[in-house]
């Protein structure tokens, strides 16, 4: 309840389940006597984890790049630590072991790092994680566009078939492998293929 009564020494207890998010709350108190004199208070609370991992991983990568992935490994946890910190890539190649082992003492801190080289996708992911031989562990999954140096070409066509028909379709001698498609779509009458365009008018703002 949002309402308490203190005790006869003017003091009150109570417990707020914090959501498993680290940042820092703000707690604000007001109170009121029976002679309407008036109180208030703000106090910070810093929510974090007793083993932290903070990653650090470029903002965006190019086919082809090699990077140095990493993080911040932080015990807070009031004793000494032995870590296995690790990582797991989904669209990057990491080019050395993936665990390595840190020994972090109470309030320490420590830079692991790996290095990783780009492949032929649109984005990676990046999964950092830490976990302490006595049972505190952290992991955090972020996600960095893979950019391209080509540009993408669009060709229609169209026509009437009666019985059967061949189209050509030319590829470019420069065409990247594995990043064209096809897409062939056949209706029983002219307009009958129009109405795959009608959702685009009733949304067409002007």
């Known amino acids: ?9 003017g003091h009150a207890e109570f417990t707020i389940p914090l959501p498993d998010s ?49 993080a911040i490994i932080v015990n807070t946890s ?5 870590v296995t910190a690790s990582i797991k890539t989904d669209g990057l190649r990491v080019t050395e072991a993936s665990e390595k082992i840190l020994d972090l003492a109470d309030g320490a801190q420590a830079k692991v790092t790996w290095s990783a080289q780009a492949e032929g996708t649109t984005s990676a992911a990046v999964t950092v994680g ?17 950019k391209s ?4 070409e669009v060709v ?18 420069d065409v990247v492998a594995g990043r064209g498609d096809v897409t062939m779509t056949l209706s029983p009458a002219l307009g009958a293929d129009s109405i795959s365009g009608l959702p685009y008018l009733f949304d067409y703002p002007y």
Request: aromatic content about 6%; overall charge negative; cysteine-free.
């Open 1 to 9: 309840s949002p309402h308490l009564t203190t005790n006869a020494n």
């Open 22 to 70: 680290l940042t820092t709350w703000r707690l604000g108190v007001m109170a009121n006597d029976r002679d309407v004199a008036f109180g208030s208070g703000l106090k910070e609370v810093v929510v974090s984890r007793d083993l932290l991992v903070r990653p650090f991983i470029p903002r965006f990568l190019h086919e082809g790049d090699t990077a140095e992935l990493g």
């Open 78 to 82: 009031g004793q000494n630590q032995h």
């Open 130 to 146: 830490a976990r302490g031989d006595t049972g505190y562990h952290d992991a955090l999954t972020l996600t960095i566009p893979v």
């Open 149 to 152: 140096f080509f540009v993408p």
């Open 156 to 173: 229609a066509t169209s026509g009437e078939v009666k019985s059967t028909s061949k189209e050509t379709i030319p590829l470019p001698t």
